[in-house]
């Protein structure tokens, strides 16, 4: 288990007997003490193979640069904006053959001394066949790193995604990814404090901002949002959005947002005809989807920092009147090349792509496990695997309504 602090971070080896022992220093992932001349203040991290070689490396999103003196002459009364302080560079780890990691950031091209993640999302945006890195900064251009045969280039501008429609760069909290619109591309939702932002993907690594013709600026405007997600809650083979809201500088409540796809990329707020949680006014944080009772509907938690300051688990009792399949890949050699693999199912005459990324949401993980909602379709005709160590893998009519496992090379274990 890997704690991310303001402070050095914290590594836990689970010792298989239901205790834990801290092995950070030795595995030379405590992040330095200070970035940017203050306290490391580190908000989450990402793992996968980046060079590769069939070992995890991890890269540790930082926040900025924190100065407990510092009062602002604006608001003297509040905590200073965060775009009154220094940020801290983003580090990438590489894990050695001996299990240890050393810092790689600068010789990847990924040190940017003054920025402030809020979240990573690790997937192939150019289908180029190498995984890429989306990097949601707070009150800055968001950042989008191009793997170049292990170098990364910052081309977030170029490709569309590094401001909203308005070009600002607002409090942007993660990149979520899916495709919203059913054309076979993975899009990036990017909820803010503002209203968020709904980057289409055009193919050739380019994107177009929909955020208001797609339906989600309206129901998201002013709303505060954190952790959001893509969820097919209804099991119908298209992506809707559920979002958690709350303002950040004072407390004010907000309501919690569901946003019905009609099919075609285009989004309605429903939540209020889908439970009372979603008309009641709270302060949400961290959200994710998951299916906690295993019955092939997706399930919601939501934390929340209002005055009640409890977790809401919504639990999903109409998506499974549609058909589903639950997934989990298992690579070869371990989670080295399952994680952000690309997923082709083709059921019923409907071509659906998904990413094995679950690290989509703001300080939140979502389920680990793959669903498809799969309609009235009662089995998918065909199942393609694109493992991110280059393997194609193609599996035909998969039964629907099920969990199942598929290890790389050795097919479908259950």
Avoid at 287 to 315: C, E, F, K, P
Avoid at 367 to 390: K, N, Q
Wanted: proline share 3%; hydrophobic share 35%; aromatic share 10%.
């Amino acid at each position: 288990m890997y704690l991310l602090n303001y402070g050095p971070n914290i590594f836990y080896l689970n010792n298989g007997n239901g205790t834990f022992t801290d092995i950070t220093r030795s595995l030379g992932l405590t992040g330095p003490d200070k970035l940017n001349g203050f306290t490391k203040w580190s908000i989450g991290a990402s793992f996968w193979d980046y060079n590769r070689d069939g070992r995890m490396d991890v890269m540790v999103g930082n926040f900025l640069a924190f100065d407990p003196d510092y009062i602002s002459s604006q608001t003297p009364g509040m905590m200073p904006h965060p775009s009154e302080y220094k940020g801290q560079a983003s580090m990438l780890y590489e894990q050695q053959p001996d299990g240890k990691f050393i810092d790689v950031t600068r010789g990847k091209g990924l040190f940017y001394p003054d920025s402030k993640c809020m979240g990573l999302t690790v997937y192939d945006y150019d289908d180029d066949g190498d995984l890429d890195i989306f990097q949601a900064n707070d009150h800055q251009l968001n950042f989008l790193f191009r793997n170049d045969n292990g170098i990364y280039k910052e081309v977030a501008v170029a490709s569309g995604v590094a401001a909203n429609s308005q070009g600002k760069g607002t409090g942007s909290m993660h990149g979520t990814i899916g495709d919203a619109d059913g054309d076979g591309l993975i899009d990036i939702l990017v909820v803010d404090l503002e209203y968020g932002a709904l980057y289409r993907n055009l193919g050739n690594g380019l994107f177009e901002d929909i955020t208001e013709e797609s339906g989600v600026a309206g129901p998201l405007a002013g709303k505060g949002s954190w952790g959001a997600a893509f969820i097919d809650f209804d099991n119908d083979g298209d992506l809707d959005i559920v979002a958690a809201n709350g303002t950040a500088e004072e407390l004010i409540l907000q309501y919690p947002v569901l946003l019905e796809n009609n099919g075609k990329g285009h989004f309605k707020n429903t939540g209020q005809q889908h439970g009372a949680y979603f008309s009641t006014k709270r302060s949400g944080r961290g959200l994710a989807i998951w299916d906690y009772d295993n019955d092939g509907d997706m399930d919601i938690i939501v934390s929340h920092v209002d005055l009640q300051a409890t977790a809401a688990l919504l639990r999903n009792d109409g998506g499974n009147s549609n058909h589903w399949l639950g997934l989990t890949l298992k690579g070869k050699d371990g989670p080295a090349s399952a994680i952000a693999a690309k997923v082709v199912a083709t059921a019923g005459g409907k071509r659906q792509v998904l990413v094995n990324q679950w690290a989509t949401s703001y300080l939140s993980n979502n389920d680990p496990r793959m669903h498809v909602g799969l309609g009235s379709a009662e089995s998918i005709d065909t199942l393609e695997i694109f493992w991110t160590g280059g393997r194609k893998e193609i599996f035909n009519n998969v039964a629907a309504d099920r969990y199942i496992t598929i290890m790389e090379g050795k097919g479908i274990l259950k």
